[in-house]
């Protein structure tokens, strides 16, 4: 037993060195299912915003990336566990996802959030049943404003909602539905906008202060040198910095 518990404090005081040494190749977690922020091309890879600006983050920060994706519904728990370095996945900073991680600065602005539903429908967008993704910023905006809330895991599955009579209407990103409703004749965005949350930023563990700060100085820079307002022009996620 005693060689066994010092030849398991040696292969842990390893594995520290090992982690220590390959600390510079960071695992990136994505959804690959939120277009135009991330998503899967035909070649089978991470692709989007966040794939480039990834990428480009991990060039100014001297790190390697690697791309992981996670459906959305555990992305948070999964980063918390150890299963990757850090959360980018169009995930709005908010107050409550702060009891749990912590996040760079915004990557975006607030993006406004819009309604879609069938064309020329009358929706009761005050107490309606409204579709959202679960765990995002708009089904908790739904859920404060009176509507009944109707949840699905992934943001296609929304939008089907309003297409088979589940839903009224569904709340999500306008740059995920802008696309959609551009390319359709059946649903059309309806009321207002809405700016809910703080803009977007990277996900990463509480105890990653030093990767944090990191991705803090990468995207200043990006800011500063006008480089991430081009690739949100290329990407048409929103406002500009």
């Known amino acids: 037993m005693k060689n066994l518990l010092i030849g398991t404090a040696a292969l842990a005081m390893m594995a520290g060195a090992a982690l220590a040494e390959s600390h510079s190749v960071v695992r990136m977690g994505t959804e690959g299912a939120y277009p135009p922020y991330n998503f899967i091309n035909d070649a089978g890879e991470v692709d989007g915003f966040e794939r480039e600006l990834g990428d480009e983050l991990c060039a100014r920060a001297e790190l390697t990336c690697e791309w992981v994706t996670n459906e959305w519904d555990s992305i948070i728990p999964n980063l918390v566990s150890g299963n ?35 064309a020329g429908a009358e929706v009761d967008l005050a107490g309606g049943v409204i579709a959202a993704q679960t765990g995002t910023i708009q089904a908790s905006y739904v859920a404060e404003h009176g509507a009944t809330l109707v949840e699905f895991s992934s943001p296609d599955e929304t939008v089907a909602a309003v297409r088979n009579g589940e839903a009224d209407a569904v709340l999500a990103d306008k740059a995920y539905l802008d696309p959609i409703v551009a390319e359709s004749s059946d649903v059309a965005f309806t009321g207002e906008d809405v700016l809910i949350g703080g803009g977007i930023g990277l996900g990463i563990r509480k105890s990653d202060t030093e990767l944090k700060a990191k991705f803090d100085a990468a995207i200043q820079s990006m800011k500063d040198d006008g480089s991430l307002n081009a690739l949100i022009e290329k990407w048409e996620i929103g406002e500009t910095f």
């Open 84 to 118: 990757y370095d850090t959360i980018i996945a169009g995930m709005s900073i908010t107050d409550e996802r702060k009891e749990q991680i912590d996040f760079t600065q915004n990557y975006t602005q607030p993006d406004p959030s819009a309604y879609v539903a069938l």
